[in-house]
């Protein structure tokens, strides 16, 4: 049975950060990309950052370019998503996914991943 769990995220204060960690188990993370999503209240669910399967490549929205980085750990079966300056507007729950193969669309498309988290709550006050 393939599970994805989020963990690491919380209640910050601007400029803090945190470090998202999306544990996968059951499935070949090595041949998977990761993505992460995030989910506002009353919004839909929009891209965040993706990372290939091999790790070589990173694709990031405009919103966050420059202030997260996603990343991946094989050995672990782990992927991360660091968040740095946070700002009040990056309050979400954020969602991990893992797409078997080659990202396409630079991993902005939902229905291109075939397992998701049940996500993780992260709150920025000013």
């Known amino acids: 049975q393939v599970q994805l769990v989020e963990s690491g995220g919380g209640s910050v204060q601007a400029g803090d950060s945190l470090r998202l960690s999306c544990a996968t188990f059951?499935?070949?993370?090595?041949?998977?990309?990761v993505g992460w999503f995030r989910q506002a209240p009353a919004k839909e669910r929009e891209f965040v950052a993706a990372l290939t399967y091999a790790g070589g490549l990173t694709f990031y929205s405009d919103a966050v370019r420059g202030r997260f980085t996603v990343s991946r750990d094989n050995a672990l079966n782990t992927g991360y998503l660091q968040l740095n300056s946070l700002k009040p507007e990056d309050t979400a729950v954020y969602y991990c996914?893992?797409?078997?193969?080659?990202?396409?669309?630079?991993?902005?498309?939902?229905?291109?991943?075939?397992?998701w988290g049940q996500g993780t709550q992260v709150t920025v006050t000013s």
């Open positions: 059951g499935l070949p993370f090595s041949r998977f990309a």
């Open positions: 996914a893992a797409a078997e193969g080659l990202l396409t669309y630079r991993g902005r498309k939902r229905e291109q991943y075939d397992y």
